[in-house]
């Protein structure tokens, strides 16, 4: 099956900007969405379709695709975005529709 | 507002069956694109997609764990039901329902339940 393979961990400080690849196989010829999970909840829908935002979330976070990365931007870095960040791909090509990466956490020095 | 919640047994025993509701509110499973499926994520591990069942009753299911799960719904009582068979102590984890749609390039999971954690244990 697919497989999407993030960073474990990203350390960014305050107001400056972390980036959250997600790496697989041509990836930039699927659509990827990104999910943020803070401790304790459920998880966050944040970038869908590469770089489309839900309403609601702040411009701060952005979205790319290209080639075997995505990539996940925060800019202005703030403390409440300390979290676990998961990419997803919708792989329609295959019985396992969804797969998941394998998510990166985002400490906030 | 766009609502999940999720309820069912925190304990099961190995080898038995868990069943799972997802009642939901604020959205319809008639309605043309829309669609609920089950996520889980193993103490300190990483999610996992279950599986998935659409508008128009058409059900996906993850392979690895096709043989062992049944997705139904109950568009009246605007609930989706889960269940795993031969649970395993592997199978401790926090179950999630989600809200599914359609968008230009995939099927996104776009509102999701609290979860619920579920011990597999003799």
């Known amino acids: 099956s697919y497989v999407l393979t993030q960073p474990p961990s990203v350390s960014v400080a305050p107001g400056q900007t972390a980036r959250i690849t997600c790496g697989g196989n041509n990836i930039g010829s699927k659509s990827v969405h990104w999910y943020q999970q803070k401790p304790g909840q459920a998880p966050v829908l944040v970038v869908y379709?590469?770089?489309d935002r839900p309403s609601g979330i702040p411009e701060r976070f952005s979205g790319s695709n290209s080639g075997n990365t995505a990539t996940l931007t925060i800019s202005r870095v703030e403390a409440g975005d300390e979290a676990d960040y998961y990419c997803q791909v919708w792989d329609s090509s295959s019985d396992h529709l969804f797969v998941f990466g394998t998510g990166t956490k985002v400490t906030v020095l | 507002q766009i609502t999940l919640k999720e309820s069912g047994p925190t304990l099961v025993k190995p080898t038995q069956t868990l069943t799972l509701t997802c009642t939901f509110s604020g959205f319809s499973l008639s309605t043309s694109g829309v669609g609920v499926g089950w996520i889980r994520q193993p103490p300190g591990k990483a999610l996992e997609w279950l599986a998935l069942?659409?508008?128009?009753?058409?059900?996906r299911y993850s392979p690895s764990l096709k043989s062992r799960l049944t997705i139904t719904k109950d568009t009246s009582k605007n609930q989706v039901v889960l269940t795993m068979t031969n649970m395993d102590p592997v199978d401790t984890a926090t179950y999630y329902c989600a809200h599914s749609t359609l968008t230009v390039g995939a099927t996104i999971l776009d509102y999701w339940g609290q979860g619920t954690l579920v011990t597999v244990s003799s």
């Open positions: 379709d590469d770089s």
């Open positions: 069942i659409y508008w128009d009753d058409d059900k």
